[in-house]
């Protein structure tokens, strides 16, 4: 941990250095910050470039959503609010999304529902899945 590095690096006379950062920052490294992080920028609070589509009109939509390139929404799906979708990923009819992150190339099937989660690359969920406050990965 920094409290055991950084005072060993003194000890030892290496060099430590500090730097002023004035702008947004986030320590995502766990779920909740990660997921909450997202809503932020979902809610335009972080101001960023990002990469697909926000807020698409569709029956099955939301908003607030992140939806990337060649993703296939079922209209019998249930996206949103608070969803980001990594380019081409599948969501299946009768799943449902909410306040998660999809990496790139996911697949939900019929019937599943996530909710406060996080999936990443890849990965399939089956039908009538039920995944809440998880980070999954392949």
């Not at 004035?22 to 997202?38: C, F, K, M, P, V």
């Not at 980001?84 to 099937?109: F, N």
Request: a positive charge; one cysteine or more; aromatic letters at 6%.
């Amino acid at each position: 941990t920094t409290k055991e590095i950084f005072p060993k690096m003194l000890e030892d006379g290496l060099p430590v250095f500090g730097y002023r950062h004035t702008a947004y920052w986030s320590d995502i490294g766990n779920r909740e910050n990660y997921l909450l992080t997202h809503k932020e920028i979902l809610d335009g609070k972080i101001k960023i470039d990002v990469r697909g589509t926000l807020n698409p009109k569709s029956p099955a939509i939301t908003p607030p959503v992140c939806i990337g390139k060649n993703c296939e929404i079922s209209l019998q799906a249930r996206i949103g609010p608070y969803v980001v979708l990594g380019d081409g990923c599948k969501v299946q009819a009768g799943a449902s999304v909410e306040r998660s992150v999809c990496w790139q190339g996911v697949t939900i099937g019929r019937g599943a529902n996530i909710r406060d989660s996080i999936l990443g690359a890849g990965l399939t969920v089956g039908n009538n899945a039920r995944i809440e406050k998880q980070l999954t990965a392949k």
